[in-house]
């Protein structure tokens, strides 16, 4: 498949469209493009058999024009700097988007954590946020969980984090388990995030979701939130895929026997009593919602005619270049973009965040009802700003999250 832009040319790309769009400060936009800091680290751990080996970490500080840094850690054999900005800079566009009180940042490590034991994982983990240690905290920068990174992940920042403060810091990360100061809800947050989207989209097409046919392109922990949730909302869910490929059926699969089989079999092409199918293959399905919630730049300016859904809810961080969703577009397929769609984790991250600033919980009921307001409230200012301007939403998104942060600069201004 063609990769078209990298995933930072694609950044810079947007928010060219919108300083032209708006007639913004030439001033402004130059400051906005520059990621405000770069951390790279070696980090050296001891493996299982006794080696020594040297791994690279990154850590990007985007924007803190709106408070606090903001974006998850990665593992990931293909994790590298270009990547991590252009994360950082998602990052801060989608929490100005969800109208949270964070700027971006993104980290990651160059890593396969599919071949590393747990405890090198968390020698890793432990020796990168050591290294850190002056870069992270509750009022600086607050990670949390990404591709290949999970809650116990982040109890490993959070105790190393502690040791050298000296006292517990439940708040600098998110994303923990809720016996650790984690919120309720927070597992499906992303998810759920998604499936409120796909739901006010086919609100506003008019598309009743009982029955409707989705696709989910990728069966991690978003994507398997969205399918389950958009199953109980009536969806007929007809293809999952994961990193190995996908299983089809045109009359829907059961869902949670995919769910079960996945878990115990780890991984879904041996389930029965479906077709096999590519991940390039699910996204040309005919369908009225696809969920692309795997890796970025997955629908390209190559595949973009192809794709036959009514609604793409783009799950993943930048799964769709800008070529491809401007003919998706100009196609008549309603993109509802990454930095709304997936707003929902970074979303319950603040609510953690806040829950533990002020040492409280709340239920997963109050959880769950902050969040669907939060997520209603921007899809409908995006909407909006869509109609203002006549732009697809994802233009629209980039207008608001761009705006908003470029409100922040002037205001602040420059200092010294």
Known sequence: MEKGPSP????????????????????TVEKIKHPRKIVIVSVPIKMDDGRIKVFTGYRVQFDMARGPYKGGIRYH?????????ALAAWMTWKCAVMDIPYGGAKGGITCNPKEMSKGELERLTRKYTAMLLDEIGPYKDVPAPDVYTDAQTMVWIMDTYSQFKGYLVPEVVTGKPVELGGS????????????ICAREAAKHLGIDLKGARVAVQGFGNVGKAVAKLLYEMGCKIIAVSDSRGGIYRADGLNLPAVIEHKLKAGQLSSFEGCEGITNEELLELECEVLVPAALENQITEANADRIRAKIVVEGANGPSTPGARQIMQERGIFVVPDILANGGGVTVSYFEWTQNLHREHWTEEEVNRKLEEKMVRAFDNVLEVAKKHNVSMA????????????????KLGLWP
Not at 77 to 85: F, H
Request: aromatic residues 4%; hydrophobic residues 40%.
């Open 8 to 27: 930072f040319e694609a950044v810079l790309k947007q928010i060219d469209m919108v300083a032209e769009k708006l007639k913004l400060d030439p001033s």
């Open 395 to 410: 233009d629209a998104a980039y207008i608001l999250a761009i705006s908003r942060v470029k409100d922040a600069h002037e």
């Open 77 to 85: 054999p293909n994790v590298d700097l270009d990547e991590i900005k």
């Open 184 to 195: 309720e809800g927070r597992e499906e947050a992303t998810g759920r995030g998604i499936a």
